[in-house]
């Protein structure tokens, strides 16, 4: 098995307030990203992510754990160029235009011969010559995309990378991402937009006050939380034997059309096509949206790790 891009190992860290209690933002969370993986980190606000985020790109140190990327410390990944991330505000000179923002960092990275490609691929020709502070604040995300992108880095880190774009660029964004995962490059976004997880990510963490509560493909998230419903008409079947299938939880008959409940839909599916007279199958599954609301409310402490 090839070494993970990204590995994360028991992490935690903790902030002291002043005459308050010790505020642990991240407890013991543990996570590895394989390449070429489009992962979505998602969270209520204060749950942790922005925190671990600091940590992976080398911000922050953890009061315990470890983190490496690309087989090293995140500060040596970050400052190589290897680990790139857009952050939602900060790190730009309002005085620079566009293009001289581009050419010093292309200069640092040695790559000015990236500079046109950068400014084509991300629509800044129209304000290249804009200083930064003048822009808005859409252009100045496209301007960070095009900055993450100089280095020709193999990991990308977004931190909510769509705030401020209007839904063309939106659309055009996530094109090059995916574009970007095919040929190998690895990308972790944390965003609010659960639809954006939804259609974009190939696996979701799911985090909550400090902890990782739920890891993995989405379908399998959504199933793990309510599971799923899977209906048929299905002439002469007996309930006993379909209670009896792995993962149903209920089943349920309205004339000829049997209802179950079940944490296997797949499976289940499957074994109504193959196995019975089933026809007219339907399956539904919990929104992400419902999943991450479930989820996030947990008290058990306990994550589900559904990959």
């Known amino acids: 098995m090839s070494t993970p891009v990204i590995q994360v190992s028991a992490l935690t860290k903790s902030f002291h307030r002043h005459g308050q209690r010790r505020l642990v933002a991240v407890d013991r969370v543990s996570f590895s990203v394989p390449q070429g993986q489009i992962v979505a980190f998602l969270g209520p606000n204060g749950a942790g992510k922005s925190t671990t985020i600091d940590m992976i790109l080398g911000l922050s140190s953890p009061d315990s754990g470890q983190v490496n990327v690309l087989g090293e410390p995140p500060q040596k990944a970050t400052c190589s160029g290897r680990c790139q991330a857009v952050l939602q505000s ?8 566009v293009r001289e923002t581009i050419q010093a960092v292309a200069a640092a990275h040695g ?7 950068m400014i084509k691929r991300w629509d800044l020709s129209s304000f290249a010559r804009r200083k ?5 604040g859409g252009q100045q995300q496209r301007l960070r995309f095009a900055l993450a992108m100089l280095s020709d880095p193999q990991v990308l880190i977004l931190d909510e990378p769509t705030a401020g774009l209007d839904v063309e660029a939106r659309r055009k964004f996530w094109r090059i991402m995916r574009e970007e995962a095919d040929a190998g490059r690895t990308i972790i976004f944390a965003t609010h937009y659960i639809e954006e997880a939804d ?18 493909p989405i379908e399998k998230i959504r199933a ?4 799923a419903t899977v209906s ?3 002439p002469h079947a007996s309930m006993k034997e379909l209670a009896g299938l792995p993962g149903v939880k209920n089943v349920s008959m309205n004339g000829d059309r049997m209802t179950l409940d079940t944490t296997h839909p797949d499976d289940v599916a499957r074994y109504l096509l193959n196995r019975t007279s089933a026809y007219d199958l339907l399956v539904s599954t919990t929104s992400l949206e419902d999943a991450f609301i479930e989820l996030t409310h947990s008290r058990d402490g306990k994550a589900k790790d559904v990959a």
């Open 199 to 216: 259609d974009f990510a190939e696996r979701v963490i799911f985090i909550s006050e400090g902890k990782i509560v739920a890891d993995g």
């Open 111 to 117: 790559a000015r011969g990236r500079v046109k490609d």
């Open 224 to 227: 793990s939380v309510r599971g």
């Open 232 to 234: 048929a008409v299905i």
């Open 132 to 136: 930064v502070g003048k822009c808005s």
């Open 90 to 97: 900060g790190g730009l000179l309002p005085d620079f235009t």
